[in-house]
């Protein structure tokens, strides 16, 4: 079955995007389409039906199709734990954790993976829409390849370049993109979109035409900026709004280091009478936050060392002093409690390491990693949420008597005796709307009568028509085989 690669002259230059919007577009044609990312590397991960995990973009773009994610869309994801180190995830389970250096000689045994998943994909849909990793412009990570280049001839699935003009020298980056890769590489590329024009895009109609006479691929059309684009979950960290968002009562959210899971809070976001702000590196927590969010991590003891590097931990007193409320969820949870020990060194280190010692709980980092798709029931409120667990580590206490939740009958999280210091592994809670207004309510938060899983259908659909009108689709999908 026909299939088409867009790749990046960079990363960030918005493919994820694009794929997801192609895959709506070729939807709404009758097709039966799959997205599918060989490597992924990123921290914010979905749970999927077959019980693995894979990048959340590709969640998003499955989403798109109309169908539930599967492992075979996003076979290697890398889940970095350390400026140097990354999990490496093969077909949705934990292979292994590793070295950068190391993952260069593990990457090429890898490509019996990525092309079985592929192969499963194309075999059962009309047409796979593949999104590459960073750039193939990174020449000197081409050997073993699995991301870009490397495998879109091994599949032979043609490729579209795509240009980020937002950030400037887009003639640069498409041209300079064809100087430096092989020539049987370049020959892979069937043509380039530019991405993210801000103003009137026919004030590139020149440097359009010169893309084109310079390097003789085909242009298949400039995309304006999105403005939506916000509304969906993002991919990357660095995507996160520094600011405040919205407006009315302040939510806070600590942007840790390993920062995992963060789209947890992309419903917050889009509450009216919430002002969520992301406290960054060398930030206050602001003084008049309501609530406090310590988010998932991936290095839960690192990013303890790194909260109380920037005075977080001072700053979380203080809040608790004026009667704010503080919510853990998963690596955050872990961190409210006395102690997070690692005995077989699995997230770094082995040590033992002193929590926030807010919770009355200690947590023992294990072997086995949770992945599940739950319906759990608040216990404060009794109202069902559907979210899911993804984490390594047992947490238990006297605190965990108050349970924040019960999954099949078994309690989940921990609550102080006050009931405003919280912790729960469930990930995507927010995302259940009479949960959310609820939960906010209880913070004398006012909501609307936002629909979220509406809000995102609907911004696919504005992103659709937003690829629709600017690019050549047609000759998009006749382009693949």
């Not at 043609?158 to 993109?177: E, F, M, N, S, W």
Request: glycine fraction near 12%; charged fraction near 20%.
């Amino acid at each position: 079955m026909p299939a088409i690669m867009i790749q990046g002259c960079g990363s960030n230059v918005g493919k994820s995007m694009l794929v997801a919007g192609l895959c709506r577009v070729a939807m709404r044609r009758g097709l039966s389409v799959a997205p599918f990312k060989p490597q992924n590397m990123s921290n914010n991960a979905a749970v999927t039906a077959d019980g693995g995990e894979i990048g959340r973009a590709q969640a998003l773009q499955a989403l798109a199709c109309g169908l539930e994610p599967v492992t075979d869309m996003n076979p290697v994801l890398l889940k970095p734990e350390s400026e140097v180190g990354a999990q490496v995830i093969v077909q949705g389970k934990r292979l292994t954790t590793a070295r950068a250096r190391d993952y260069a000689a593990l990457k090429p045994t890898l490509m019996a993976s990525v092309l079985d998943s592929f192969e499963r994909l194309r075999a059962t849909h009309d047409l796979v829409i593949v999104e590459g990793a960073g750039s193939p412009a990174e020449v000197n990570l081409r050997a073993g390849d699995i991301a870009n280049m490397g495998f879109a001839r091994a599949a032979d699935v043609p490729v579209i370049l795509t240009g980020d003009i937002d950030r400037g020298g887009v003639i640069a980056q498409v041209v300079g993109t064809q100087a430096v890769i092989d020539s049987a590489d370049a020959a892979m590329v069937k043509g380039f979109i530019i991405n993210k024009f801000r103003g009137d895009p026919r004030l590139f109609d020149d440097g359009y035409a010169m893309i084109e006479q310079i390097t003789g691929w085909r242009g298949f059309g400039v995309v304006p900026w999105f403005a939506q684009a916000h509304l969906l979950p993002a991919e990357d960290a660095l995507d996160l709004a520094s600011g405040p968002v919205g407006d009315g009562v302040t939510i806070a959210c600590l942007t840790l280091s390993r920062i995992a899971n963060f789209d947890d809070l992309d419903p917050l976001k889009a509450e009216s009478g919430v002002n969520l702000v992301m406290v960054r590196a060398g930030q206050p927590i602001p003084g008049d936050a309501r609530l406090v969010i310590i988010p998932g991590s991936k290095s839960t003891r690192g990013d303890l060392a790194f909260l109380r590097a920037q005075g977080w931990n001072i700053d979380l007193a203080a809040h608790i002093r004026r009667g704010g409320h503080v919510l853990g969820i998963c690596g955050g949870y872990q961190m409210l409690g006395h102690s997070v020990n690692d005995p077989d060194g699995i997230e770094g280190p082995a040590g033992e390491t002193e929590g926030l010692g807010l919770l009355d709980i200690r947590t023992v980092m294990t072997q086995d990693k949770r992945l599940a798709r739950v319906t759990a029931t608040h216990a404060a409120s009794g109202l069902d949420v559907a979210g899911y667990e993804i984490h390594i580590g047992r947490s238990e206490g006297p605190d965990t008597a108050r349970p924040f939740a019960h999954v099949d009958g078994r309690a989940e999280g921990a609550t102080s005796p006050d009931g405003r210091i919280t912790g729960s592994y469930l990930h995507g809670l927010f995302a259940a709307d009479d949960f959310r207004r609820a939960y906010l309510q209880g913070l004398n938060i006012t909501t609307g009568t936002q629909n979220h899983s509406a809000l995102i259908e609907t911004t696919i659909d504005q992103l659709a028509d937003h690829i629709e009108a600017h690019l050549d689709v047609a000759g998009l999908l006749a382009l693949a085989r």
